[in-house]
């Protein structure tokens, strides 16, 4: 499987960009990987292989997948809950973030503050219960995927959630570039995660790619707000198409710059229903 991939020179490009067919695949993929995230069985099920009882991971289940390990953690701020599988058909080690189980009701009740966070870069803040939430698992997770990657030479790395699962992978994968080792990091409709310095982080980072997805209107990419000193890394890839439609490489388009409104965050209206289409129904077994 080619993973499709941009690095730092890519500031260079134009504010929006097309996407390829390429990359409208990986883009779905790890879609469905993310989504089989919210399913509960894949939270109990090491030693199987990854599957969606609602059916809305296909492509996942037609893989050669094994979950070597699952995780569901609770803390004041929300649940870390996903698993890591190999996917002997594309040669991946994914590491995939569940979503909250009641959305509306975690959107509500997001709170808004920012702790510093020196140990992942100089001067980066980032939103405290995203960064508690994280740390509940990073030091199991860390020893399972380092275990993974040794047992499968060559295989690449993904992180992947949607929602606050979007915001974990994109904490984990932060910390794993540092450590050195390449990650692709696919997102879909996460949450700020920091301030700027933050974002400018991670927008520089080299260690593989980053594909953080937004759907037209959807007011989770939105929070927390801008004016609370919450700000979002580029490159940014937009899904245009109204929900419960099929999305073709004409309905993406990449934007780059760091807290740029000519995708998600220039819309006028906040859809919670768009946080739930991408690519297909992302949370439908929560």
């Not at 939270?43 to 390990?69: F, H, K, M, R």
């Not at 994914?94 to 959305?103: A, E, I, Q």
């Not at 989770?220 to 000193?229: E, F, S, T």
């Not at 710059?257 to 000519?262: A, E, L, N, R």
């Amino acid at each position: 499987m080619k993973l499709t991939a941009w690095t730092s020179m890519a500031l260079a490009l134009p504010a929006l960009a097309d996407v390829t067919t390429t990359l409208l695949d990986d883009l779905t993929l790890f879609s469905q990987y993310s989504a089989a995230a919210y399913c509960s069985t894949n939270l109990n099920s090491t030693g199987v292989a990854v599957a969606c009882s609602v059916g809305n991971c296909p492509l996942v289940e037609a893989a050669d997948t094994q979950i070597l390990y699952d995780f569901d953690e609770s803390c004041k701020f929300g649940d870390a809950s996903g698993f890591i599988a190999v996917d002997n058909t594309n040669n991946l080690i994914v590491l995939s973030f569940r979503g909250s189980h009641d959305l509306s009701n975690w959107i509500a009740n997001l709170d808004f503050f920012l702790v510093e966070t020196a140990s992942i870069c100089e001067g980066c803040y980032m939103h405290g219960g995203f960064w508690e939430t994280w740390q509940t698992v990073a030091v199991t997770i860390t020893e399972q995927l380092e275990a993974a990657l040794t047992a499968n030479p060559g295989y690449t790395l993904v992180m992947t959630g949607h929602s606050l699962g979007a915001a974990l992978a994109a904490i984990a994968a932060t910390e794993f570039r540092n450590e050195g080792i390449d990650v692709e990091l696919y997102n879909y409709g996460q949450p700020r995660l920091g301030n700027l310095a933050l974002a400018e982080y991670i927008t520089n980072q080299t260690q593989a790619s980053n594909y953080r997805v937004t759907h037209s209107d959807d007011i989770v990419p939105k929070l927390p707000p801008r004016l609370l000193g919450f700000d979002h890394y580029s490159p940014e890839y937009w899904i245009t198409s109204a929900n419960n439609v099929s999305v073709t490489d004409a309905d993406v388009v990449q934007v780059v710059g760091i807290d740029s409104t000519d995708g998600n965050d220039g819309t006028i209206l906040d859809d919670i229903e768009a946080h739930r289409w991408y690519l297909g129904y992302i949370s439908e077994c929560s």
